[in-house]
């Protein structure tokens, strides 16, 4: 095993799942046919969260950092020898989300790590990562779950028709936590999104649209859910006005109305609004301003008429 790990790819896919697997199997007591028993000791503290030589950090928050005081306090503990596992074993959650000084202090540990430690670096941007701290633990992408996946986990596990697993498999674009996190008022923001849109571009009427991201800047979160929302339908529009086949639309119950309002959009606006998409989902993720970044969207979304 490599001192560290970095798992890379999109969120909900399976990145710290598979962590906690190779650590279980990594210090289970009774291995069989390559893989951990579950009923050991040390697999049933480790699946518990109580195992005393498993070290889990991750921000406080979904806007909080991860400071240095948290990587001085795990450098005292890797050092020491393991209690009951054969390795110490890390995993620092969402590791992009490091301050500075946090991250100096983690690249001195990855520079001498000690010999009975294993360390996960869990993210969803790779390239948030220092390029020291990337070229000290070996990279693991992950990709998105395949669409059919998700829609058979649903299924078989949500208690849904084909046709509702289907939607939400596709509103989980690849994320399986992201899927089985929608609700009814994601749904809702979803229908009142494409209203708007709606209203704006075939009816060129931007007054409640104007008013809506109005309200946008006053909450990261909320604005984080219109994005998610917007990028689906957007991402629909430019599939129809490519003539792509249907049973690739996400929103696929809403498809006349997606249909018309494909007909009125740029194409070449569509395609540079969709490829930004990532760019403000990071500046709304980094505290900078939400009223700027809000304003910026608003004032593209408008553009997209041809």
Not at 15 to 31: D, G, P, R
Not at 47 to 67: A, F
């Amino acid at each position: 095993m490599p001192h560290a790990l970095i798992f890379s790819g999109p969120e909900g896919v399976g990145k710290k799942a598979t962590a906690y697997s190779l650590i279980m199997l990594l210090n289970c007591s009774k291995v069989e046919d390559d893989s951990f028993c579950g009923t050991c000791q040390n697999c049933k503290l480790i699946e518990s969260g109580n195992h005393p030589d498993i070290h889990i950090i991750m921000p406080e928050s979904e806007r909080s950092e991860i400071g240095i005081d948290l990587i001085r306090s795990l450098t005292r503990e890797i050092y020491k020898k393991p209690f009951l596992a054969k390795y110490k074993s890390v995993v620092i959650d969402n590791v992009e989300r490091m301050t500075v000084e946090a991250s100096n202090a983690l690249l001195k540990m990855l520079e001498e790590p000690p010999g009975s430690a294993v360390i996960f670096l869990i993210t969803s941007s790779l390239d948030a990562l220092l390029p020291t701290i990337r070229s000290r633990g070996q990279v693991f992408r992950f990709g998105a779950i395949p669409f059919s996946n998700l829609q058979k986990h649903l299924e078989q596990t949500g208690g849904m028709t084909p046709e509702e697993a289907r939607h939400i498999a596709g509103l989980g674009m690849g994320s399986m936590s992201r899927a089985l996190s929608w609700d009814e008022e994601d749904e809702e923001r979803l229908n009142l999104t494409l209203d708007l849109f709606e209203k704006m571009i075939i009816n060129q009427d931007y007054s409640a649209f104007i008013e809506y991201m109005d309200k946008m800047k006053q909450g990261r979160d909320e604005f984080d859910r219109l994005l998610k929302c917007s990028y689906t339908i957007l991402r629909d529009i430019l599939i129809l006005k490519w003539d792509g086949d249907e049973k690739y639309l996400i929103n696929i119950h809403k498809k006349e109305v997606i249909k018309k309002i494909s007909e009125k959009t740029n194409e070449y606006q569509l395609k540079e609004l969709l490829s930004d998409f990532a760019m403000w989902s990071n500046v709304n993720r980094k505290y900078l301003s939400v009223k700027i970044n809000a304003e910026d969207f608003s004032f593209r979304v408008q553009s997209l008429l041809k």
